[in-house]
């Protein structure tokens, strides 16, 4: 019976949510400028009587002085959040399991940094982000910098609430480059991410909104350019070995979590 009980408040909450995302239009009626009106003079024509041969002037009633009118009118409705074009900076963190080329026992370090995105609804509960980061760790003497830039599409839950739920999956590129030895040894890999997530975004105002997501990283790596880092290995035999190289593992997977704030006009 209390599960019971739990199941029917849930389903008459989600029913209330879903209810209130789809509200009826309402006619928004403000006052408009204020329009000075004269009324007209009356004339009056006294009656003329048979047999008189002079017709009285006729009486001029004064008219009232002109008073003010306020004329109502429609108000434009306010421009949908569906037609709105979003653009935010965010704060990111970044953590990845395993290696890169497995010379260095800190490659995939916790990395920070800033993005930039653009988020669009192009129907009620769907839309698209554009994003990139600028992703950087370092420890010890190693130092990895990732740049990715994301295409995802994204499902709103509460489209029309002020506290909205969404969930996303998207792909992309990813260019990372790393750092052996304070910088004696360079490689740069080019990857190809995906990320499926959850988030939630608050609306402040009509165009103002802050945003979280929790994103699950999954990485390819392209270890094409292996043969330099192994040639520059062997003239640096103090940051690495060639028989380190390892390029069995080509995937790492992660989180990403992220926050900022987006203007929509």
């Known amino acids: 019976m209390k599960a019971l009980g739990v199941a029917t408040m849930l389903a008459l909450f989600f029913a209330s949510q879903w209810a209130d995302a789809h509200p009826r239009r309402r006619v928004y009626v403000r006052p408009g400028p204020p329009v000075w009106v004269t009324p007209a003079p009356i004339v009056v024509m006294p009656p003329v009587y048979p047999g008189r041969y002079v017709v009285p002037p006729p009486v001029v009633v004064p008219m009232a002085p002109p008073r003010r009118v306020v004329v109502a009118q429609q108000a434009p409705p306010k421009k949908s959040r569906n037609d709105m074009l979003g653009i935010g900076i965010r704060g990111s963190g970044y953590a990845l399991e395993g290696y890169k080329f497995n010379l260095n026992t800190f490659e995939n370090p916790v990395m920070g940094g800033v993005g930039l995105q653009f988020r669009m609804r192009f129907w009620t509960f769907f839309g698209l982000e554009l994003s990139t980061d600028?992703?950087?760790?370092?420890?010890?003497?190693?130092?990895?910098?990732?740049?990715?830039i994301m295409v995802s599409g994204m499902f709103y839950l509460f489209p029309d609430r002020a506290i909205n739920l969404y969930g996303l999956a998207g792909m992309g590129v990813s260019f990372t480059e790393l750092e052996y030895g304070d910088g004696a040894i360079r490689g740069w890999l080019t990857e190809i991410p995906m990320q499926l997530g959850l988030g939630v975004q608050i609306w402040l105002g009509d165009h103002i909104a802050l945003h979280a997501d929790l994103r699950f990283l999954t990485i390819y790596k392209n270890l094409d350019s292996a043969s330099e880092i192994v040639d520059a290995c062997s003239r640096h035999r103090g940051v690495c070995s060639p028989q380190q190289v390892n390029l069995d593992?080509?995937?790492?997977?992660?989180?990403?979590?992220?926050?900022g704030v987006s203007f929509y006009f």
């Open 134 to 148: 600028y992703m950087v760790g370092m420890k010890g003497d190693f130092t990895q910098m990732t740049i990715p």
């Open 249 to 259: 593992d080509r995937y790492n997977v992660g989180l990403q979590f992220g926050a």
